[in-house]
């Protein structure tokens, strides 16, 4: 037998019965050197984590992440550098922004070198921290 959804109503208090919660910061540390899990990390660590994973999975790839999740770059391997210089820093902007515990990115060094393209940023939560990120390295 299918259970029949309409036969169960919620009175007027069991909906209000909700409350929004924060979640916390709190989830598995990656080593990505040695492709392994090694613990549980939480707060601006685990923050931090969620920054360099953003910015290393390439969006709308996988299945598993939503739709906003990552960074679009794949596509702009081989352009021309003031394109892809551009078009990185909007698209790592938009993929860390998608993250709800995130308020603005702010790039603070960019250098162009043989082939790669090295950029520092400043991440500020909501909570008002801020978050140093020094150089990712992107193929270009």
Do not use: H, W
């Given at each position: ?17 909700f409350?929004e919660?924060v ?7 990656l ?7 090694a613990?549980?990390?939480?707060e ?11 910015i ?6 996988y ?26 820093r909007?698209?790592i ?10 308020e ?31 150089e990712?390295e992107?193929?270009?």
């Amino acid at each position: 037998m299918i259970p029949n959804p309409d036969a169960y109503e919620l009175d007027e208090e069991q909906e209000n019965d909700f409350e929004e919660g924060v979640i916390p910061d709190k989830t598995y540390q990656l080593d990505f050197e040695n492709l392994r899990i090694a613990g549980l990390v939480d707060e601006m660590t685990a923050r931090k984590q969620a920054i360099k994973k953003i910015i290393m999975t390439e969006a709308e790839e996988y299945l598993i992440y939503d739709e906003n999740y990552g960074c679009a770059l794949v596509d702009l391997i081989g352009e021309q550098p003031p394109l892809v210089q551009s078009e990185v820093r909007d698209s790592i902007r938009e993929g860390i922004l998608a993250d709800d515990r995130f308020e603005s990115v702010t790039f603070t060094e960019e250098k162009l070198q043989r082939g790669k393209l090295y950029l520092s940023l400043t991440v500020t939560c909501v909570d008002g921290e801020e978050i140093e990120v020094e150089e990712v390295e992107i193929d270009v």
